[in-house]
Structures are given as C-alpha cells and as structure tokens.
C-alpha cells in the first residue's frame, strides 16, 4: 500500500501544483490515459496532456490551490482516489479575456489506476460549468 499512496500523493501534488509533465511523469506510464466528462477537457486523453492543462490554468490562476479532503486507496484494484476543492482567482492573463478577478472554489476527484506503481490511466470527475460560471467566463 505505501508505494502506490506514496506514488499517488506525489503525483497528485505536482500535477496540482502546476508543476507539469517534466515532473509529473516519473510518476507515470508513458503512455497513460485520461478521461473526463468536461467539456473544459474534452480534447485532453493522456495525463501529459493533462498535467499541461494544470500548468497552463496557473497562469490565469496564478493564486490556484487546493485543499485536499479525502485520499484513499483500494489496493484490490489498485486505485487511490483524491477528493478535492480547488481555489483560486482569476487575475492573470489567459482565460477566455481579460481578468476578471472571480474566484473559483471547484469541488473535484481524481480516480488514479496503478500498474507497477506508477498510474497507468487518470480519470477527473468535475463540474467544469459551474467552475466556469464562478470565474465569469461561460
């Protein structure tokens, strides 16, 4: 159990923290998959391309954190699921235009499936309307 937890909060840190694939990929397949049912990450379908999109929403959010609730893992089917909220304000550049200083307070989870402890395939659950709603940008 300690090295797929330990794997999985390393991992779920530095993809949250905007830190990107050059440091998120240690902790994962090469080739691992993404999924979610947000229109936000529609094109997304690996966790590189994931771990970019964290990045990059750092620059219009660049006071983005989060506030972890819940980490578990279910080593029967090595998985570790990650509650979170994430805050923050939007009053840098990037976005769909200028600042607009809202704030965002976006409930989510991270579902992580391990294979030889590293994750080999991620899927977010979010409500990107509501998280875009808050920041003024749908």
Partial sequence: MGNMLEQARAFF?????GQGWDVC???CHPDATFSAQ???L????TVEGYCEWMKGLLTPIPDGRYELKCFAVDEERDSVAAVAVFHG???GPGGPGEP???RVAADYVYAMQFEDGRVRHMTKIWNDVV????LGWS
């Fill in 100 to 102: 607009t200083g809202n």
């Fill in 13 to 17: 840190d530095a993809c949250e923290t």
């Fill in 42 to 45: 529609a094109d997304v379908s």
């Fill in 89 to 91: 304000t939007q009053t």
């Fill in 25 to 27: 990929k240690v902790f």
């Fill in 131 to 134: 998280s875009l709603r808050q």
């Fill in 38 to 40: 947000a229109d936000a």
